[in-house]
């Protein structure tokens, strides 16, 4: 353990990958508060390539990063190890100052999707753990990334409107602003005629679930767009929010969901483009 601020470790098999992603939104996130290492069990011989595209959307760094493999000194020191996935096995050392933990990563490419979009999915799960971790090791709160804002969407049944909002949102912002969404009466599943009118959109929604809305969700967004759920919604003082007049989709045919996927779509391009005003052009309809 150092003296001067907690320690962590990340691993994974290769350390070409996500070992490489959380350290570096360790660092973006952290800011010299924590000191950050990564290894793998079986080193790779260069970093991957996407993974490093993925975490400098949302500002942090791993490009000058090569993959190396785990020191057992370094192992014993530090003060937190984290494996990431099933393939890397770490076991204590004797004198081992700090605990193993194991992050059970999503793996977007079990549900078909792969590339650019499976990375962000990785890089968003891996972000958001790597948060927790720190507010664990420093006792920081609300740990964010700087400059990255945070939007919650919330309709009734989640299977819908703020679905494909939600999904609009994570396409058009490139993965600068972080996306929820929830419903005060969650449904059993996604419309499929909203994933339809997404697909012709490019944008794959076949893998969301509804989820229930948590005060939690309110909590940790900047803004809260709701869309007919009412008072369902918690409120907290200085959120924004707003309320969304969108037709419901549900019990819709393709003609008739496509114009309110594409009234979904202008307001999300303003909402990118006033969130992120340096980068709005990525909101363009290409």
Known sequence: MTDSKPSVLFVCAKNGGK?????????????GAVEVHSAGTAPGTRINALSAEAVAEVGADMSSGVPKPVDPELLRRVD???????????????????????????????RGIEGAERMRL??????????????????????????????????????????????????????????????????????????????????????????????????????VITMGCGDACPYYPGKRYEDWALEDPAGQGLEAVRPIRDEIRRRIEALVAELLPAGAEGASRG
């Open 122 to 223: 990785v890089r968003d799960d891996i972000d958001a753990r790597v948060r927790t971790l720190l507010s664990e090791l420093t006792g920081a709160e609300d740990v964010r990334a700087p400059g990255r804002p945070s939007v919650l969407f919330v309709c009734v049944h989640n299977a819908g409107r703020s679905q494909m909002a939600a999904a609009y949102l994570g396409h058009l912002s490139g993965g600068r602003i972080e996306v929820r969404s929830a419903g005060s009466a969650p449904g059993d599943a996604v419309n499929p005629v909203a994933v339809q009118a997404m697909a012709e959109e490019g944008i794959d929604m076949s893998a969301e679930q509804p989820k229930v809305l948590t005060d939690e969700a309110v909590r940790d967004s900047d803004v």
């Open 80 to 110: 937190r190890v984290v494996v990431l996935g099933d393939e890397a096995k770490v076991h204590p050392v004797r004198g081992m100052a700090g605990t193993v933990e194991t992050w059970h990563t999503d793996e977007p490419s079990t």
């Open 19 to 31: 070992s490489q992603m959380a350290a570096a939104l360790m660092e973006h996130h952290a800011a």
